[in-house]
């Protein structure tokens, strides 16, 4: 009896040990599958920029990075796609809802600026380079420094520099747009975002990591090197979805972070600097246009603060077969609730959506006060009689200041959403800026 019992003892264990080691070995093979899951077809050069080429070794990430030309609209975000006859001055067969016919405050906050003449909703990135090259924003003559964020650089900034990304990348923003606009075959590739090599994501625009640098106070400081991965999942659009001017006379592309990211550091270094964009045709102001801070946002969130990246939300992990595989069709969560909320939200779809739009809804409201303040003050600017007056002078630098931080926040795309409450207190500070200007031009009345 105790023999047989030993006996099946034995086996126990001995099944166990197997059953563990088969466990072990699964796992190995799992984790080099992981490493090794494509089949290498070509062998990627450091100067292919054709995403085709990549494709063939990833033809699922390629499949759906060519899906950013899909346009979907949201309740508040995504694009439309609006058909219109192709011409030869510009070719696009559909674009994206024009902001400034949606919303007649714009043109009168933009007077006398590119922007008053045509501004659109921004659409997948399939279209970045075309968008670009199309709008009538051109028409006032732009340097090649615009291209940095509306197409694949890396080659023609490696030519330019002959194989120096600094000098390249000096080298094109000083070209005319025209000029460095030829030089472009691609909008965003995947040689913008990753290593041939390695496939690790890799930082490769000069002009964010060095104003990364300045805002973290190290001169030396190297993303690619020693930014961790999680880090480097928001960093990478953060090279583009970014608050920026063009600095100097070689009109430098910057991003304006050393006194912090949010809207009112950024006034701040603006103020310091005496940068203009232009002079408001109606009030004669200085003036400042932001765009798409959706980094400098999201910074201030609770999001970023758990450490969740622009990754995890715009292209969430997707299962094809065994595979968990990172979705390249880059576009608005809410349609995508399920992968790119649900894995972190146990909450259902619709009920997701609906705080995402309570969201959105509170700030448009927040938003229209402070935009119908500031288009009241601009209008009682204009009708002002005595433009010379220190009274005046006063009330522009107040339209200076409350406008750059109402745009801060409506320029961002998320409507609110990456920072709801830091949304608000940027739109009150605006609207408190709007207030007084009102109060210093009432003085003489
Ligand atoms: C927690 C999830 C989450 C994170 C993290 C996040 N976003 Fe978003 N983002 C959203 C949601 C939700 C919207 C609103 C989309 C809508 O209204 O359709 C949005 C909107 C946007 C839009 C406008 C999209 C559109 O279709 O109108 C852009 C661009 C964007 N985010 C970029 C970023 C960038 C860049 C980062 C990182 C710095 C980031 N987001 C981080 C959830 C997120
Ligand atoms: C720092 C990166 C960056 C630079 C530099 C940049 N853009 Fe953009 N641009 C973006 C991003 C991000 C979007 C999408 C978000 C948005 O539209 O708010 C965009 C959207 C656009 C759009 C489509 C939507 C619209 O506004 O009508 C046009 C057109 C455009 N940019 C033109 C230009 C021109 C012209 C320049 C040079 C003066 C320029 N861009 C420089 C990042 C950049
Ligand atoms: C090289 C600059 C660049 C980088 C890097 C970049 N974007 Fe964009 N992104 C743009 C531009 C420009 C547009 C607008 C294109 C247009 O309107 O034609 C855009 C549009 C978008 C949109 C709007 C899509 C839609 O359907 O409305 C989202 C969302 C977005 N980007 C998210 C991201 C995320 C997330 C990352 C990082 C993984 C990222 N982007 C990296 C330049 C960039
Ligand atoms: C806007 C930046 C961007 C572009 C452009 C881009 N990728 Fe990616 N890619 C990412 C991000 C972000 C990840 C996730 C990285 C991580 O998890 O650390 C990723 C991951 C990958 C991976 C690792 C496996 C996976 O799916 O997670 C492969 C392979 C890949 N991309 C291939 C491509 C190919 C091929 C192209 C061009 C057709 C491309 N990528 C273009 C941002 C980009
Ligand atoms: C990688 C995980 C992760 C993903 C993906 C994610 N979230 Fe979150 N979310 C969090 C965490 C963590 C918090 C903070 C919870 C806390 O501290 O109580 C949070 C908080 C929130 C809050 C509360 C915000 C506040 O101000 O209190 C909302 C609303 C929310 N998430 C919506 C979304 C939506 C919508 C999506 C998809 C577009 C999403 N989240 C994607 C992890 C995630």
Same mark, same amino acid.
């Given at each position: 009896m105790?023999?047989?019992?030993?006996?099946?003892? +034995? &086996?126990?264990?001995?099944?166990?040990?197997i059953?563990?080691i088969a466990?072990?070995?699964?796992?190995?093979?799992?984790?080099?599958e992981?490493k090794n899951s +494509? +089949?290498k077809v070509v062998?990627?050069?450091?100067?292919?920029?054709d995403? !085709?080429? %990549?494709g063939?070794n990833?033809?699922?990430?390629?499949?759906?990075?060519l899906?950013?030309?899909?346009?979907v609209?949201?309740?508040?975000?995504?694009s439309?796609?609006?058909p219109?006859?192709?011409?030869?001055?510009?070719?696009r067969?559909?674009?994206?809802q024009s902001k400034?016919?949606?919303d007649?405050r714009?043109k009168?906050?933009?007077?006398?600026?590119a922007?008053?003449k045509?501004?659109?909703?921004e659409?997948?990135?399939a279209?970045m380079?075309? $968008?670009?090259?199309?709008t009538k924003?051109?028409?006032?003559?732009?340097?090649?420094?615009?291209l940095?964020?509306h197409?694949?650089?890396?080659l023609?900034?490696?030519?330019l520099?002959?194989g120096d990304?600094?000098?390249?990348?000096?080298?094109?923003?000083t070209?005319?747009y025209?000029e460095?606009?030829?030089?472009?075959?691609?909008?965003?590739a995947c040689?913008?975002c990753?290593?041939p090599?390695?496939m690790?994501l890799?930082?490769?625009?000069?002009? &964010?990591?060095?104003?990364?640098?300045?805002?973290?106070?190290?001169?030396d400081?190297?993303?690619?090197?020693?930014a961790?991965?999680?880090?480097?999942k928001?960093l990478?659009?953060?090279?583009?979805?970014v608050?920026?001017?063009?600095?100097?006379k070689?009109?430098e592309?910057?991003y304006? %972070?050393?006194?912090?990211?949010k809207? $009112? $550091?950024i006034l701040?270094?603006?103020?310091k600097?005496?940068?203009?964009? %232009?002079v408001?045709? $109606?009030t004669?102001a200085d003036m400042?246009?932001?765009q798409?801070?959706? +980094?400098?946002l %999201?910074?201030?969130?609770i999001h970023?603060?758990?450490g969740?990246?622009c990754?995890?939300?715009h292209?969430?992990y997707k299962?094809v077969?065994?595979?968990k595989?990172?979705?390249?069709?880059?576009k608005?969560?809410?349609l995508?609730?399920?992968? !790119?909320c649900?894995t972190?939200?146990?909450?259902?779809?619709?009920?997701l959506?609906e705080?995402?739009?309570?969201?959105q809804?509170r700030?448009?409201?927040?938003?229209d006060?402070?935009?119908?303040?500031?288009?009241e003050?601009i209008?009682k600017?204009?009708?002002?009689?005595?433009?010379?007056?220190?009274a005046?002078?006063?009330?522009?630098?107040f339209q200076?200041?409350?406008?750059f931080?109402?745009?801060?926040?409506e320029?961002e795309?998320?409507?609110g959403?990456?920072?709801?409450?830091e !949304?608000?207190?940027?739109?009150?500070l605006?609207?408190?800026?709007?207030?007084?200007?009102?109060?210093?031009?009432g003085?003489?009345?």
């Amino acid at each position: 009896m105790e023999n047989k019992k030993n006996i099946i003892t +034995f &086996f126990a264990s001995a099944l166990a040990t197997i059953g563990i080691i088969a466990l072990l070995i699964n796992i190995f093979e799992k984790k080099q599958e992981a490493k090794n899951s +494509f +089949f290498k077809v070509v062998n990627v050069k450091a100067t292919d920029e054709d995403p !085709a080429i %990549w494709g063939k070794n990833f033809p699922h990430q390629y499949e759906d990075y060519l899906k950013t030309v899909d346009q979907v609209r949201t309740r508040y975000g995504g694009s439309e796609a609006i058909p219109r006859t192709p011409t030869k001055a510009d070719p696009r067969s559909v674009v994206s809802q024009s902001k400034l016919e949606e919303d007649e405050r714009l043109k009168v906050m933009y007077a006398g600026y590119a922007f008053s003449k045509d501004f659109r909703e921004e659409r997948g990135h399939a279209f970045m380079l075309e $968008d670009q090259r199309y709008t009538k924003r051109l028409k006032v003559g732009q340097p090649g420094t615009c291209l940095n964020c509306h197409a694949s650089t890396v080659l023609p900034m490696l030519k330019l520099g002959r194989g120096d990304l600094m000098e390249g990348f000096h080298k094109l923003g000083t070209m005319p747009y025209h000029e460095a606009s030829k030089l472009a075959k691609h909008p965003i590739a995947c040689i913008d975002c990753h290593n041939p090599k390695t496939m690790d994501l890799r930082i490769t625009r000069p002009a &964010f990591t060095k104003s990364y640098q300045k805002y973290l106070g190290i001169k030396d400081y190297n993303p690619n090197k020693m930014a961790s991965r999680q880090e480097m999942k928001t960093l990478v659009c953060a090279q583009c979805h970014v608050e920026y001017y063009f600095k100097g006379k070689d009109k430098e592309l910057v991003y304006p %972070w050393e006194n912090g990211l949010k809207g $009112d $550091d950024i006034l701040s270094y603006y103020e310091k600097a005496q940068f203009k964009d %232009w002079v408001h045709a $109606d009030t004669k102001a200085d003036m400042i246009k932001a765009q798409h801070p959706e +980094f400098e946002l %999201w910074s201030q969130g609770i999001h970023a603060k758990s450490g969740v990246s622009c990754v995890d939300c715009h292209m969430p992990y997707k299962k094809v077969g065994a595979h968990k595989i990172t979705d390249h069709h880059i576009k608005s969560p809410v349609l995508n609730i399920r992968r !790119a909320c649900q894995t972190c939200h146990n909450i259902d779809e619709d009920k997701l959506v609906e705080r995402v739009e309570t969201i959105q809804s509170r700030h448009l409201e927040i938003r229209d006060i402070a935009m119908d303040a500031l288009v009241e003050f601009i209008d009682k600017l204009k009708k002002y009689p005595n433009k010379n007056d220190k009274a005046y002078k006063k009330a522009l630098t107040f339209q200076r200041k409350a406008q750059f931080l109402l745009d801060f926040i409506e320029s961002e795309n998320s409507s609110g959403f990456h920072a709801p409450q830091e !949304a608000a207190r940027i739109l009150a500070l605006s609207l408190d800026l709007t207030r007084k200007g009102q109060v210093e031009l009432g003085r003489k009345d």
